[in-house]
T-cell receptor
Framework: GIQVEQSPPDLILQEGANSTLRCNFSDSVNNLQWFHQNPWGQLINLFYIPSGTKQNGRLSATTVATERYSLLYISSSQTTDSGVYFCAVGDQGAQKLVFGQGTRLTINP | ETGVTQTPRHLVMGMTNKKSLKCEQHLGHNAMYWYKQSAKKPLELMFVYNFKEQTENNSVPSRFSPECPNSSHLFLHLHTLQPEDSALYLC???????????FGPGTRLTVL
């Protein structure tokens, strides 16, 4: 099955800093999603981005499907951005989401 | 609010108990999913239902029994669980258009 690797596993930044999270995947995909998991466990949809670039406020994402990676950018970080960020890709026709191990982001005031 | 609700949010049960988790989606989706998130492990898909029919069982032990009476409701019936089954159980739904999945808040299960 498809493999998903996220880096870095942990990232600690000061408020106001910018960050880039990376997701590599081992096969072509037609579904790629980025999520933020808050401290209570809720997975919040950030982007559905199997290819191309999208922006939503301080967050943006780019997927280069031909090179099998996706990047999540967070600018001007706030403490509320803390949490675990997951990349998930669709396997077997896109319905089966395979998750990476996540990047734990800590934003200090 | 993602349009997917789960109850209960927390559950503590003994190994001999029987309990059920409930998921409801208000998004008009036709597919529903159960995922398991254990400590220090990635989220794992357990079951997929499309139009009430189970289309994926990811080698889940029979002590977990899913039920999907209609496209808006999904249950996970639990019996004779083991302590290692303690985890966060997440429900998700998607439409057939692009399969973007939306998750509920999860049920945090502890098996004593």
């Amino acid at each position: 099955g498809i493999q998903v690797e996220q880096s870095p596993p942990d990232l600690i930044l000061q408020e106001g800093a910018n960050s880039t999270l990376r997701c590599n995947f081992s096969d072509s995909v037609n579904n790629l999603q980025w999520f933020h998991q808050n401290p209570w466990g809720q997975l919040i949809n950030l982007f559905y981005i199997p290819s191309g670039t999208k922006q939503n406020g301080r967050l943006s994402a780019t997927t280069v499907a031909t090179e099998r990676y996706s990047l999540l950018y967070i600018s001007s970080s706030q403490t509320t951005d803390s949490g675990v960020y997951f990349c998930a890709v669709g396997d077997q026709g896109a319905q089966k989401l395979v998750f990476g191990q996540g990047t734990r982001l800590t934003i200090n005031p | 609010e993602t349009g997917v609700t789960q109850t209960p949010r927390h559950l503590v049960m003994g190994m001999t108990n029987k309990k059920s988790l409930k998921c409801e989606q208000h998004l008009g989706h036709n597919a529903m999913y159960w995922y398991k998130q254990s400590a220090k492990k990635p989220l794992e898909l357990m079951f997929v239902y499309n139009f009430k029919e189970q289309t994926e069982n990811n080698s889940v032990p029979s002590r977990f029994s899913p039920e999907c009476p209609n496209s808006s409701h999904l249950f996970l019936h639990l019996h004779t669980l083991q302590p290692e089954d303690s985890a966060l159980y997440l429900c998700a739904s998607s439409s057939g258009a692009n399969n973007e999945q939306f998750f509920g808040p999860g049920t945090r299960l502890t098996v004593l």
